[in-house]
């Protein structure tokens, strides 16, 4: 009920809801702004990169990272297999990434508030709930809000699917869209029948022409206005390029991750981030399972499954998986119970996230779902903490502000806290 | 008058059906000019420069001087219909002696189609109208109708909020479906929008900034406590608006015992006396209106067209209610009403204030109360007079937008230049209206610009003279165990793969050829790239996984394919918004249009510079034509014609000596003539001159 101006939740609430002068009002407004505080720059990052895997439509948790393969009813037609971390059960759709375990963890008793796929996304993407008043940006721009560059190529790349809007973030932290990975961006080469040194020249007479033109007037976006230009020219020169081709890996590294965009989206995911891309966001679709859920688990688990077993075994094999981390998540789970058309609705009382690399701890699982699947059993998790988990391995206080174009301090994490035990030092 | 009134309507209906395709031209033809009779003060523009040389002298301002000819031409041309003029547009300005110049301009301009289309677009992101869905497209075109009817302003608003019956067609009741009738988005949505206020905080909590009670929150949502959407089981039919017995508004809240809270008006009603003289002049317009607008109902019940035939209520989805009962409500809304009159009404000085500053804002870069929807005591305007005066001018004019917007324009406050680089007070300048303030292009501003520019809105290559070859995989789907008749889905162009269309397996690559011969699809085909450039659109069905993998077997097919590439484009106040978010409008920040305060995003992005620099449309534009008029001047000697012609389409202005000069020495080094004026094209199209309005 209070979801509104979550962000004031750190004033001394009782004093703003007193407050009904207007001059009280105008005190207040200034001590809020002066709460603004970036305690972000003397924090050590553990890591520097996030892959995040968006499964949308509300991935099943009981048929994936957390099976009760002690009640049938619950189980359905999927048995538990173990995996290379001791104790740790995955569905049995997933025999690569169980393959992987031992690089990963898992939290079991992440829980929503949303049962709607857009409100839920948005809760989970964001870690706040959907207001008419404000557009909270997603956990991509958030990121790239806080970290500098790094390299010619976007901050922020979403693959095979769009990330949530900026919101008050901005333009700048938008991410940078991939349709499909494999398939050339239309806009990073010059259009047919222009050649390099036309289009140079033509840059170079827009840096005169701008230059003649600012030297009489000016605006405070001038110089960023052409600074995208430069940007744009950089990119579409940059060696950096040739991380979108695909083709440059082995045969055999491309099966690995599976004939699929999804696959491809991973394999993609993981270049970009070796040529310095912050953060990642790979999606799929199509885990909204009403019907026919064992079937569908069972095609999803085969484009996902040796897709996460590669990313995964390849990241830490280059020893890449110490700085990047990876994170799956949904926007909820499904009914442990097996409707009438074998199928699963929304359920967002507990489900699961799977998390890996970055310096977080590896081949443990954090929080437990009950006997029934149905709710959190102990150390429930919110999507705050998720994104405050995040936050803190990139060395980004999550409870820095930032003001919305209107002047609103909000928080980069609404409520949440890092979730210490996967915490390593 | 009303001969005009009806053609204005016709054009404007019938190009908004055919929005989804691709090559019609943008309007560029000559406007009639009808100078309308003016009932406002006839020194309105005079008494605002005044009101602004007031405040900047107790800051110790001096405003600076008013622009030239070609940027006042440029600039309202912007203001009032979207784009920049084209080069006959120029030309006719210049033939008007020099002191009528600019008010005939502004005449043309306000009665032209294409503005319209250009403030229909200003309506759509202030009311967050998404015009991809139903009943958005039906409050789209209520917008657009209204506007080309020159209703007043408190009309629309009143249709809006009391709309009642049948959501079909161009209806104002799409206000409500857009909330889904839901009371507290209503209310919040109908004072931010009209009142510029922002209660909605005050939904969960008293509003910490403001003054705002939550039960003065509530009382307005009550208003809207009875409002009632029934949707029709059948999909043909649209959804109906009514009002039901039960409020649904409760005090205290979350108690489900409480009562049903009355609704009560919390914003401040000005005593009659003192709006006397502007209801005087008000009412001394209306008195001298011609018959034919008179015919126009202003009452609200009658402001929908309540439903007539007894079948159309047959779909109701609706288990308590009877026929009878139904057919009842849907005439009437009278909570509603009443607060349809109490935001309209003169008394209520926020609603004429509200639009005012809005109008203000979208033309001098900035609100006299800023931001434009933040209205109260801690934000109090920059100039209170100003906008008392702006208000009640407006409320004089009854609510006409044309003459707001006509007044605005004719002050030098409007007309001034920017202020210099180096000015020491730059920004106090702008901030206090004595210099006008580089604004940038908007989304639609940038697209239409280039094209009417780059002559794109009619091909401008004889047929033929650009052939491409584009190589692509197609999809081909069949069923695995097909029943008989067999039907398998049609094999689509990349583009659009959606497996929607059906034909015969056996005829599946005759399909294909048939397909690539269809010069409109070409057509469509390349809008599909260019204009919706939605890669996810683009791309989502070519991978197996997405499709019920079952029932089909898919077929990859790779074609090689030759086009005539010779595109045209219309205008982008026409395209349903918002545009996908990968589209050029969105990218260049078109508003997403989906919260209350959502607005345009004026910031410069990597992905801007790319689709300039990459995309078709500036390249196209830049591209040189035979069927052009530049093309002709390409074949003389002498290329200063060609040079003018070039500037004049693109920045609406002569080129200086050293312009002429440095256009020359570029020529000189190019391959050809022709690359070389394109590539002149391309850096005017592309500089922080076109756009920055001047």
Same mark, same amino acid.
């Given at each position: 009920?209070?979801?509104?101006?979550?962000?004031? @939740?750190?004033?001394?609430?009782?004093?703003?809801?007193?407050?009904?002068? !207007?001059?009280?009002?105008?005190?207040?407004?200034?001590?809020?702004?002066?709460?603004?505080?970036? %305690?972000?720059?003397?924090?050590?990052?553990?890591?520097?990169?996030?892959?995040?895997?968006?499964?949308?439509?509300?991935?099943?948790?009981?048929?994936?990272?957390?099976?009760?393969?002690?009640?049938?009813?619950?189980?359905?037609?999927?048995?538990?297999?173990?995996?290379?971390?001791?104790?740790?059960?995955?569905?049995?759709?997933?025999?690569?990434? !169980? @393959?992987?375990?031992?690089?990963?963890?898992?939290?079991?008793?992440?829980?929503? %508030?949303?049962?709607?796929?857009?409100?839920?996304?948005?809760?989970?993407?964001?870690?706040?709930?959907?207001?008419?008043?404000?557009?909270?940006?997603?956990?991509?721009?958030?990121?790239?809000?806080?970290?500098?560059?790094?390299?010619?190529?976007?901050?922020?790349?979403?693959?095979?699917?769009?990330?949530?809007?900026?919101?008050?973030?901005?333009?700048?932290?938008?991410?940078?869209?991939?349709?499909? %990975?494999?398939?050339?961006?239309?806009?990073? @080469?010059?259009?047919? +029948?222009?050649?390099?040194?036309?289009?140079?020249?033509?840059?170079?007479?827009?840096?005169?022409?701008?230059?003649?033109?600012?030297?009489?007037?000016?605006?405070?976006?001038?110089? !960023?206005?052409?600074?995208?230009?430069?940007?744009?020219?950089?990119?579409?020169?940059?060696?950096?390029?040739?991380?979108?081709?695909?083709?440059?890996?082995?045969?055999?590294?491309?099966?690995?991750?599976?004939?699929?965009?999804?696959?491809?989206?991973?394999?993609?995911?993981?270049?970009?981030?070796?040529?310095?891309?912050?953060?990642?966001?790979?999606?799929? +679709?199509?885990?909204?399972?009403?019907?026919?859920?064992?079937?569908?688990?069972?095609?999803?688990?085969?484009?996902?499954?040796?897709?996460?077993?590669?990313?995964?075994?390849?990241? !830490?094999?280059?020893? @890449?998986?110490?700085?990047?981390?990876?994170?799956?998540?949904?926007?909820?789970?499904?009914?442990?119970?097996?409707?009438?058309?074998?199928?699963?609705?929304?359920?967002?009382?507990?489900?699961?996230?799977?998390?890996?690399?970055?310096?977080?701890?590896?081949?443990?699982?954090?929080?437990?779902?009950?006997?029934?699947?149905?709710?959190?059993?102990?150390?429930?998790?919110?999507?705050?903490?998720?994104?405050?988990?995040?936050?803190?391995?990139?060395?980004?206080?999550?409870?820095?502000?930032?003001?919305?174009?209107?002047?609103?301090?909000?928080?980069?994490?609404?409520?949440?806290?890092?979730?210490?035990?996967?915490?390593?030092? | 008058? $009303?001969?005009?009134?009806?053609?204005?309507?016709?054009?404007?209906?019938?190009?908004?059906?055919?929005?989804?395709?691709?090559?019609?031209?943008?309007?560029?033809?000559?406007?009639?000019?009808?100078?309308?009779?003016?009932?406002?003060?006839?020194?309105?523009?005079?008494?605002?420069?005044?009101?602004?040389?007031?405040?900047?002298?107790?800051?110790?301002?001096?405003?600076?001087?008013?622009?030239?000819?070609?940027?006042?031409?440029?600039?309202?041309?912007? &203001?009032?219909?979207?784009?920049?003029?084209?080069?006959?547009?120029?030309?006719?300005?210049?033939?008007?002696?020099?002191?009528?110049?600019?008010?005939?301009?502004?005449?043309?301009?306000?009665?032209?189609?294409?503005?319209?289309?250009?403030?229909?677009?200003?309506?759509? =992101?202030?009311?967050?109208?998404?015009?991809?869905?139903?009943?958005?497209?039906?409050?789209?075109?209520?917008?657009?109708?209204?506007?080309?009817?020159?209703?007043?302003?408190?009309?629309? $608003?009143?249709?809006?909020?009391?709309?009642?019956?049948?959501?079909?067609?161009?209806?104002?009741?799409?206000?409500?479906?857009?909330?889904?009738?839901?009371?507290?988005?209503?209310?919040?949505?109908?004072?931010?929008?009209?009142?510029?206020?922002?209660?909605?905080?005050?939904?969960?909590?008293?509003?910490?900034?403001?003054?705002?009670?939550?039960?003065?929150?509530?009382?307005?949502?009550?208003?809207?406590?009875?409002?009632?959407?029934?949707?029709?089981?059948?999909?043909?039919?649209?959804?109906?608006?009514?009002?039901?017995?039960?409020?649904?508004?409760?005090?205290?809240?979350?108690?489900?015992?409480?009562?049903?809270?009355?609704? /009560?008006?919390?914003?401040?009603?000005?005593?009659?006396?003192?709006?006397?003289?502007?209801?005087?002049?008000?009412?001394?317009?209306?008195?001298?209106?011609?018959?034919?607008?008179?015919?126009?109902?202003?009452?609200?019940?009658?402001?929908?067209?309540?439903?007539?035939?007894?079948? &159309?209520?047959?779909?109701?989805?609706?288990?308590?209610?009877?026929?009878?009962?139904?057919? =009842?409500?849907?005439?009437?809304?009278?909570?509603?009403?009443?607060? $349809? =009159?109490?935001?309209?009404?003169?008394?209520?000085?926020?609603?004429?204030?509200?639009?005012?500053?809005?109008?203000?804002?979208?033309?001098?870069?900035?609100?006299?109360?800023?931001?434009?929807?933040?209205?109260?005591?801690?934000?109090?305007?920059?100039?209170?007079?100003?906008?008392?005066?702006?208000?009640?001018?407006?409320?004089?004019?009854?609510?006409?937008?044309?003459?707001?917007?006509?007044?605005?324009?004719?002050?030098?406050?409007?007309?001034?230049?920017?202020?210099?680089?180096?000015?020491?007070?730059?920004?106090?300048?702008?901030?206090?209206?004595?210099?006008?303030?580089?604004? *940038?292009?908007?989304?639609?501003?940038?697209?239409?610009?280039?094209?009417?520019?780059?002559?794109?809105?009619?091909?401008?290559?004889?047929?033929?003279?650009?052939?491409?070859?584009?190589?692509?995989?197609?999809?081909?789907?069949?069923?695995?165990?097909?029943?008989?008749?067999?039907?398998?889905?049609?094999?689509?162009?990349?583009?659009?793969?959606?497996?929607?269309?059906?034909?015969?397996?056996?005829?599946?690559?005759?399909?294909?050829?048939?397909?690539?011969?269809?010069?409109?699809?070409?057509?469509?085909?390349?809008?599909?790239?260019?204009?919706?450039?939605?890669?996810?659109?683009?791309?989502?069905?070519?991978?197996?996984? *997405?499709?019920?993998?079952?029932?089909?077997?898919?077929?990859?097919?790779?074609?090689?394919?030759?086009?005539?590439?010779?595109?045209?484009?219309?205008?982008?106040?026409?395209?349903? $918004?918002?545009?996908?978010?990968?589209?050029?409008?969105?990218?260049?920040?078109?508003?997403?249009?989906?919260?209350?305060?959502?607005?345009?995003?004026?910031?410069?992005?990597?992905?801007? /510079?790319?689709?300039?620099?990459?995309?078709?449309?500036?390249?196209?534009?830049?591209?040189?034509?035979?069927?052009?008029?530049?093309?002709?001047?390409?074949?003389?000697?002498?290329?200063?014609?060609?040079?003018?012609?070039?500037?004049?389409?693109?920045?609406?202005?002569?080129?200086?000596?050293?312009?002429?000069?440095?256009?020359?020495?570029?020529?000189?080094?190019?391959?050809?003539?022709?690359?070389?004026?394109?590539?002149?094209?391309?850096?005017?199209?592309?500089?922080?001159?076109?756009?920055?309005?001047?």
């Amino acid at each position: 009920m209070d979801y509104c101006c979550n962000s004031y @939740k750190t004033m001394t609430r009782r004093n703003v809801l007193q407050a009904t002068g !207007a001059g009280l009002a105008t005190l207040l407004t200034m001590s809020v702004r002066s709460l603004v505080v970036h %305690a972000g720059q003397d924090r050590k990052a553990a890591a520097d990169h996030v892959i995040l895997l968006w499964m949308s439509g509300g991935m099943s948790h009981v048929d994936t990272f957390d099976p009760k393969p002690d009640n049938a009813a619950i189980a359905g037609e999927f048995k538990s297999i173990n995996t290379s971390a001791d104790g740790i059960q995955l569905g049995e759709i997933l025999p690569l990434t !169980a @393959k992987q375990m031992k690089h990963a963890s898992l939290v079991r008793s992440l829980h929503g %508030a949303e049962g709607d796929h857009g409100r839920a996304t948005y809760n989970l993407l964001t870690n706040y709930r959907m207001t008419p008043q404000l557009v909270h940006p997603s956990l991509g721009s958030v990121v790239v809000s806080q970290l500098a560059q790094q390299g010619d190529l976007p901050a922020f790349v979403s693959v095979s699917g769009r990330a949530l809007s900026s919101g008050y973030l901005g333009q700048k932290c938008e991410a940078y869209y991939i349709g499909s %990975a494999g398939t050339p961006d239309p806009y990073a @080469k010059l259009p047919d +029948g222009l050649t390099h040194i036309r289009a140079n020249k033509r840059l170079e007479l827009l840096q005169q022409m701008n230059k003649q033109y600012a030297s009489t007037r000016t605006d405070d976006l001038f110089d !960023a206005t052409q600074g995208t230009y430069a940007a744009a020219d950089k990119f579409m020169h940059s060696p950096a390029l040739k991380a979108f081709d695909l083709d440059a890996e082995k045969p055999e590294t491309r099966a690995a991750y599976g004939d699929s965009s999804f696959g491809r989206g991973c394999l993609l995911a993981r270049r970009l981030v070796d040529e310095g891309v912050r953060f990642v966001q790979v999606n799929l +679709g199509g885990f909204d399972t009403h019907s026919n859920n064992f079937t569908t688990m069972r095609r999803l688990g085969g484009i996902i499954d040796p897709a996460i077993g590669s990313l995964l075994s390849d990241l !830490a094999a280059s020893g @890449k998986l110490d700085r990047t981390l990876v994170l799956m998540m949904s926007e909820f789970g499904r009914t442990p119970t097996i409707n009438s058309n074998a199928g699963r609705d929304h359920h967002p009382g507990v489900f699961s996230a799977l998390l890996a690399g970055g310096g977080l701890k590896k081949g443990t699982v954090f929080g437990a779902s009950d006997a029934d699947a149905r709710k959190p059993k102990d150390q429930p998790v919110t999507p705050g903490d998720i994104h405050a988990t995040i936050c803190h391995q990139l060395g980004i206080d999550p409870e820095t502000r930032v003001e919305t174009p209107l002047g609103r301090p909000m928080r980069l994490v609404d409520e949440g806290t890092p979730i210490k035990s996967l915490l390593t030092g | 008058m $009303a001969v005009r009134r009806l053609r204005v309507f016709t054009v404007s209906l019938g190009a908004c059906t055919l929005i989804a395709a691709a090559a019609f031209s943008l309007r560029t033809e000559t406007f009639a000019a009808t100078p309308a009779k003016s009932e406002r003060r006839s020194n309105a523009p005079q008494h605002i420069d005044v009101l602004i040389a007031d405040a900047a002298k107790s800051k110790n301002l001096t405003p600076l001087p008013i622009c030239d000819d070609p940027a006042f031409l440029r600039r309202a041309t912007l &203001d009032l219909i979207g784009r920049i003029p084209t080069y006959d547009e120029y030309q006719l300005f210049f033939k008007d002696p020099a002191p009528q110049r600019r008010e005939n301009l502004l005449q043309r301009l306000l009665n032209s189609p294409a503005f319209v289309d250009r403030w229909s677009v200003f309506f759509g =992101e202030m009311l967050n109208v998404r015009s991809r869905e139903e009943y958005g497209r039906g409050l789209d075109l209520f917008i657009r109708k209204s506007l080309a009817d020159k209703k007043p302003y408190d009309q629309m $608003a009143r249709e809006m909020i009391s709309a009642a019956g049948s959501t079909k067609g161009a209806q104002p009741a799409g206000f409500l479906l857009a909330e889904n009738g839901d009371p507290f988005q209503l209310a919040a949505k109908t004072t931010h929008v009209f009142l510029g206020t922002r209660i909605s905080c005050a939904q969960c909590h008293n509003h910490p900034f403001d003054t705002w009670k939550r039960r003065q929150f509530y009382g307005v949502a009550a208003y809207f406590g009875k409002t009632r959407l029934y949707f029709p089981n059948d999909q043909a039919n649209a959804p109906v608006v009514t009002d039901d017995q039960n409020n649904v508004v409760h005090w205290p809240p979350n108690n489900k015992k409480a009562p049903p809270l009355d609704p /009560a008006w919390p914003f401040p009603v000005e005593s009659k006396t003192n709006l006397q003289e502007v209801l005087d002049r008000r009412n001394a317009k209306l008195e001298a209106r011609t018959a034919d607008e008179i015919l126009v109902d202003r009452s609200p019940a009658s402001s929908s067209s309540p439903l007539r035939k007894d079948n &159309d209520f047959a779909y109701l989805d609706s288990a308590r209610d009877t026929m009878e009962d139904a057919a =009842e409500k849907i005439r009437l809304a009278p909570t509603r009403d009443k607060l $349809a =009159e109490l935001v309209t009404s003169a008394q209520n000085r926020l609603f004429a204030e509200t639009f005012a500053n809005r109008l203000w804002a979208e033309l001098l870069g900035r609100g006299i109360v800023n931001p434009v929807d933040d209205f109260r005591a801690d934000n109090p305007p920059s100039n209170p007079a100003l906008l008392k005066f702006l208000g009640e001018e407006f409320v004089a004019s009854d609510y006409d937008i044309r003459a707001v917007l006509h007044t605005i324009m004719l002050t030098q406050t409007y007309q001034r230049i920017h202020a210099s680089a180096d000015s020491p007070n730059r920004k106090l300048l702008e901030e206090n209206f004595c210099a006008a303030p580089l604004r *940038r292009m908007f989304a639609e501003q940038v697209y239409d610009s280039i094209v009417v520019a780059g002559h794109l809105t009619r091909p401008k290559h004889r047929p033929g003279q650009n052939l491409r070859q584009v190589s692509e995989t197609l999809v081909i789907a069949r069923e695995k165990n097909p029943p008989a008749p067999e039907k398998p889905v049609a094999p689509q162009p990349a583009e659009k793969m959606t497996p929607t269309e059906k034909a015969p397996a056996e005829n599946a690559d005759a399909e294909i050829d048939d397909l690539l011969s269809n010069p409109e699809e070409k057509v469509k085909m390349l809008a599909g790239v260019e204009m919706l450039a939605d890669p996810q659109e683009v791309l989502k069905p070519t991978t197996p996984e *997405r499709r019920p993998a079952k029932d089909y077997t898919y077929e990859y097919k790779r074609i090689t394919r030759v086009y005539d590439f010779n595109p045209s484009f219309s205008t982008a106040f026409e395209i349903r $918004a918002p545009a996908p978010p990968e589209h050029f409008l969105r990218q260049f920040g078109q508003s997403p249009r989906q919260l209350l305060g959502d607005q345009r995003d004026q910031q410069p992005a990597l992905r801007q /510079a790319l689709i300039l620099m990459n995309g078709d449309l500036a390249n196209e534009a830049a591209r040189l034509g035979e069927l052009e008029p530049l093309f002709r001047l390409l074949a003389e000697e002498n290329l200063q014609p060609a040079i003018r012609r070039i500037y004049i389409d693109i920045l609406t202005r002569e080129p200086t000596a050293a312009e002429h000069a440095s256009a020359q020495s570029l020529l000189a080094t190019a391959a050809t003539r022709a690359d070389s004026l394109s590539d002149l094209r391309w850096t005017l199209l592309n500089s922080l001159e076109f756009r920055y309005l001047p």
